[in-house]
């Protein structure tokens, strides 16, 4: 027989269990927080997914700073004189090219070391030296302009990856020829990306998304579990998506030939520029690769996108872990295989898309 005491026991018990389901949904009720930076010549959004609110905002800042760090120690266009060009080591690099070795942070000579390790892996494609044919395309600076002939027939002897020594040992960097200018517009972007993403999950946030100014990298899985869905810009038409890719913990980063350009008459120039030629490559109008590493992802669609098509997906279906998607200057949609079931394309009159 259930007493009534027995009776209000169990109904005090019954109260309590609901109770800690209740307020545990409660408290773990997923938040959001976005804050949004103007860095590395682009806007930045960070967005950080928890239960602590206050954790959240604390975190975030702390990786928006790690990418001011790494912002100021890449800048190669401070003014000589002002604090900025003090704290970036690539102005100091450039500064005392073909003159003495120059000792730089552990971050920069990572940097350096990943960019002659894909210097190689793509044959010359991905080359952080090609600084002065930039500057005589005037990308970067106010004006742009086609450079004549000469001048960048003497800019480009001096774009030789090989000509960048480092010195593990002493972690300094030397550039072996007077004039060599390095640049890591192709790299900086992405590796500030992939830091940022480290810093959130040493500090224990398994849910962010962040976007560099198209430099994406994501930490774990959406609410309820699913994959992040990121769109893939239509080369020619700004307001329309050509299609969108699963990602999970992964990166991913398109470069294309409609960020930076210019015309000059009826043609085109953008900044993307072939390390052989000294041109703007003209084979692709936009490669996205997805990749885990940000800074890998960001120097594989420059490279990728300097490439043949053939070349680029030749190369990318060799790489472990590596996915890519392509929009021909023929207008052809191609991708490795690993992403036919992960990439969705919004099929459309003016491309070309074989799903087989």
Known sequence: MITKKRLAGMAFAVILMISVI???LIFDRTREYAGEEFLMDTLVSIKTYGNDAEHLKQVTGQAFAEMRRIEDLT????????????????CRINEQAGKTPVAVSEDVFAILELSQKYFALTKGAFDITIGPVIDVWGFGKPDQQVPGEEMLKNALVLVNNNDMVLDKQHRTVFLKKTGMVIDLGGI??????QRAADILKQDGISGALI???GNIRVLGRKAKKTPWRIGIQDPRDSSRLLGSVELDEESCVTSGDYHRYFMSGQTRYHHIISPYSGYPAGENMSVTVITKDAAVADILSTALFILSPQDALMLAEELEDTEALLVTAAKQILHTGGLKNKVEVREKEAYHYDKS
């Open 22 to 24: 209740y307020y545990g």
């Open 188 to 193: 900086a972007k992405g590796y500030a990306t």
């Open 211 to 213: 976007n560099a100014g």
């Open 75 to 90: 800048d190669r266009f401070a003014e000589p004189g002002t604090p900025e060009y003090a704290d970036s080591d690539v």
